[in-house]
Nanobody, 125 residues
Framework: QVQLVESGGGLVQAGDSLRLSCAAS????????MAWFRQAPGKEREFVAAINWSGSGAYTDYADSVKGRFTISRDNAQSTVYLQMNSLKPEDTAVYYCAAKPGPYSKYYNHYNYWGQGTQVTVSS
């Protein structure tokens, strides 16, 4: 079992930055791919970014809508994954969820075994 707790959300203006954190506890963080998804009101949960487990040079992937603005990273020693969000836009407004799965990452939310409770990000124009 892996427990995930997100933090770092908030209300910001367009163009601002935020950094989300997801702290994992419980079963080993090792060997799990980590991802961020988001869900806006009335919309389906969508893939944002993912990072594989790796001792070095972890592979990352991003949704086209955030590529070049968001950066996912992980600190395996601290069992924490981060999402640095720059140049935020109003359309980035959503609840952001951290997710984990054993093995390689996936862009499909139903492939993930473990989820955090979510953190709200609101970007005003």
């Amino acid at each position: 079992q892996v427990q995930l707790v997100e933090s770092g959300g908030g209300l910001v203006q367009a163009g601002d930055s935020l950094r989300l954190s997801c702290a994992a506890s419980g079963r080993t963080f090792r060997g799990h791919a980590m991802a961020w998804f988001r869900q806006a009101p009335g919309k389906e949960r969508e893939f944002v970014a993912a990072i594989n487990w790796s001792g070095s040079g972890a592979y990352t992937d991003y949704a086209d809508s955030v590529k070049g603005r968001f950066t996912i990273s992980r600190d395996n020693a601290q069992s924490t994954v981060y999402l640095q969000m720059n140049s935020l836009k109003p359309e980035d407004t959503a609840v952001y969820y951290c997710a984990a799965k054993p093995g390689p990452y996936s862009k499909y939310y139903n492939h993930y075994n473990y989820w955090g409770q979510g953190t709200q990000v609101t970007v005003s124009s």
